[in-house]
């Protein structure tokens, strides 16, 4: 199973994944039904998690809704650290995940809108270096792994920073490695060595510690909390969280 997952997330493209993995996995969700771990995006159950990711890392995907560590950690901090199921919030959320789509656009508290240059599961059709938005729009904006990917990432978090309302805040996650700073070389374009200098073909940096400090020069205030760290140990095995990743929180600059 792990081979058979790293092997299709590697060589099939993202948005012929987004569109058939979710069917496929119902499969999944039967076979794995269980009580060792729950999901806290669909609050589902399972024996353990699919794994997943280009080296197969264990217990990490959910068969159901296909959160990942990082969105059932986002979701536990959506609700313990911030108003996003309770204030009437504008949202926009880039490259939207599978996982939370149907689950904010259930919510009566929030106008939600989706939006990405290719993938089939937004709504609008849109470059991050070009928002087509009007300045200070959305009380919240959520862009989760897409800096490593785009052309000028301080320009699109320029943008994020430009449609955010004056109170607004965010999260924008991505990879981030031990390095002392990011590691970008704009003139490799072969996908075979972007894959062994940045982890994968269609990546064009990798983040090092220097990744709040960096997205902090478009204007952004960029802090880190390492909220992981503040939850119990039984709570963190019984969602698969994962240890050490922190949450970027964004606010208007």
């Known amino acids: 199973m792990k081979s058979i997952i790293s092997f299709v997330i590697r060589y099939v493209p993202r948005k012929y994944l987004q569109l058939v993995s979710h069917k496929v996995l119902r499969i999944m969700a039967v076979v794995y039904k269980g009580d060792k771990v729950i999901c806290t995006v669909c609050d ?4 353990k998690f699919l794994p997943y990711g280009r080296k197969g890392r264990d217990n990490a995907l959910c068969p159901n809704c296909l959160a990942l560590e990082r969105h059932r950690l986002m979701y536990l901090f959506l609700q313990e650290k911030t108003p996003f199921f309770k204030k009437p919030l504008k949202v926009l959320h880039v490259a939207p995940e599978l996982c939370f789509i149907d689950k904010f656009e259930a919510m009566d508290n929030l106008e939600y809108i989706t939006g990405d240059l290719e993938s089939p599961l937004a709504k609008v059709k849109m470059d991050i270096h070009q928002i087509p938005f009007e300045d200070e729009t959305f009380d919240v904006v959520f862009c989760n792994h897409v800096m490593e990917h785009v052309d000028d990432d301080i320009a699109a978090c320029r943008e994020i920073n430009r449609v955010l309302k004056k109170d607004g805040w965010g999260i924008v996650q991505s990879p981030v490695y031990p390095l002392p700073e990011t590691l970008e070389d704009k003139t490799i374009t072969d996908p075979a060595e972007r894959e062994r ?3 994968q073909r269609d990546h064009v940096r990798k983040y090092g510690l220097d990744y709040a400090s960096r997205l902090s020069k478009s204007g952004l205030r960029v802090s880190e909390d390492n909220y ?5 140990k039984e ?3 019984k969602h698969a969280l994962p240890i050490n990743e922190i949450i970027y929180y964004c606010t208007k600059g």
């Open 44 to 47: 589902s159950g399972f024996k």
């Open 197 to 199: 200098l940045f982890g």
């Open 228 to 232: 992981v760290q503040t939850l119990p």
């Open 235 to 237: 709570l963190v095995e």
